[in-house]
């Protein structure tokens, strides 16, 4: 290796031929032919020394192909096949019918019988002819316990199962979203709840209108816009008017499109809001992250009037920090509650 490091590169250079620089510009070029992210034509170099023949014409290169297709020999069978048929043919099996049974009729007295029969009487006659796939699941528990059945020894668990009744969707929301948006802008004493819940052509601008409404609303107390298609620029909208609201007990923007950095700053309005009781954000399009959920459980532990946080940690740590913040908050209201006096500001190491 020590005769390598006096050589002079230039040197070696000036002895290189054409064609010799030329391959190593080749060599030195920064190529990927392994990277399936890279169109084809920068994956490797054109080495293509032919003149381009014209404009791409693709019918003709379509005839091409073709005729290269027809004119290349086929490749012969390893066994060449003669078009003999080998095995027996596959013949399906004829179900037998009892002729007996086709022409069995019963008699009209016999027909109206068995029309106005109750149920435990179809399940006796059921148990005696071993009839049991005639008998849905509720009959067959309940000719088990019944008294007017004589015989229970035919009867078998291999029954007919139950036809339940499909259950319908839920109704859709029916709220009026200008009318609802309307009226919390007039401040109407009767609207306490605004419910927006899985209505998904809200438009952005209109959510945004909400919470700057809701900055001077005194009236509602509790707002839910779950499953809207909400994302960052209405939660930081949400975030401003947090920080001045203070009537607003409830806030709900669960299963939505909020990143990060709009959930951190829906959290960190709460230093700036003492009204708020109830905060629901879990089910988020993408996952917080370990340096989120770390971030808000270190702003819950700074808050002392949440009493209800909806999230679910992925990480014990949080976690565990988010859940001790909860349960400071609520003795902090027992204790209110069982002194009848002021709260005062939280304080950790007297806890």
């Known amino acids: 290796m020590e005769k390598y490091r006096d050589v002079d590169e230039d040197e070696l250079l000036k002895k290189l031929s054409e064609e010799e620089l030329q391959r190593l510009e080749d060599e030195l070029e920064e190529l990927d032919p392994d990277n399936a992210l890279l169109p084809a034509g920068y994956r490797q170099k054109d080495q293509t020394k032919k003149a381009p023949t014209g404009t791409f014409q693709r019918d003709n290169l379509l005839a091409h192909l073709e005729k290269q297709a027809k004119e290349h020999p086929d490749r012969e069978d390893l066994v060449p096949y003669t078009g003999e048929k080998r095995g027996k043919p596959w013949v399906p099996k004829k179900k037998v019918v009892d002729p007996i049974l086709e022409d069995v009729t019963l008699e009209p007295e016999l027909e109206e019988a068995l029309a106005n029969a109750?149920?435990?009487?179809?399940c006796d006659i059921a148990a005696i002819l071993g009839m049991h796939k005639l008998m849905s699941n509720q009959q067959y528990y309940e000719a088990l316990g019944s008294s007017n059945i004589v015989n229970k020894q035919g009867l078998n668990s291999v029954i007919q199962c139950t036809q339940y009744k499909p259950v319908p969707d839920e109704q859709p929301n029916d709220t009026d979203v200008e009318e609802t948006l309307e009226r919390i802008q007039r401040n109407d004493p009767d609207l306490i709840e605004v419910n927006l819940n899985n209505i998904k052509n809200i438009p952005v601008p209109v959510l945004k209108a909400y919470a700057?409404?809701?900055?001077?609303?005194?009236?509602?107390?509790?707002?839910?816009?779950v499953g809207t298609r909400?994302?960052?620029?209405?939660?930081?909208?949400?975030?401003?008017?947090l920080k001045v609201n203070t009537t607003l007990k409830s806030l709900n923007v669960e299963s939505n499109f909020i990143t990060g950095p709009?959930?951190?700053a829906l959290v960190e309005s709460l230093q700036s809001n003492t009204t708020l009781l109830e905060l629901k954000i879990d089910n988020q399009s993408q996952p917080l992250g370990n340096k989120v959920e770390m971030e808000i459980a270190?702003?819950?532990?700074?808050?002392s009037t949440l009493l209800k946080f909806g999230y679910h940690f992925t990480q014990q740590g949080?976690?565990?920090r988010g859940s001790n913040a909860m349960m400071s908050n609520n003795d902090l209201v027992r204790?209110?509650?069982?002194?009848?006096?002021?709260?005062?500001?939280?304080?950790?190491?007297?806890?």
């Open 262 to 264: 709009g959930i951190l």
């Open 118 to 122: 109750t149920d435990a009487e179809l």
């Open 298 to 303: 270190s702003m819950l532990e700074k808050n």
């Open 212 to 225: 700057e409404a809701l900055a001077e609303n005194c009236v509602v107390e509790r707002f839910s816009i």
């Open 318 to 320: 949080p976690r565990l």
């Open 335 to 351: 204790k209110r509650r069982l002194e009848e006096g002021p709260i005062f500001p939280k304080c950790r190491t007297n806890v």
């Open 230 to 241: 909400s994302n960052d620029p209405v939660a930081n909208a949400l975030a401003d008017m």
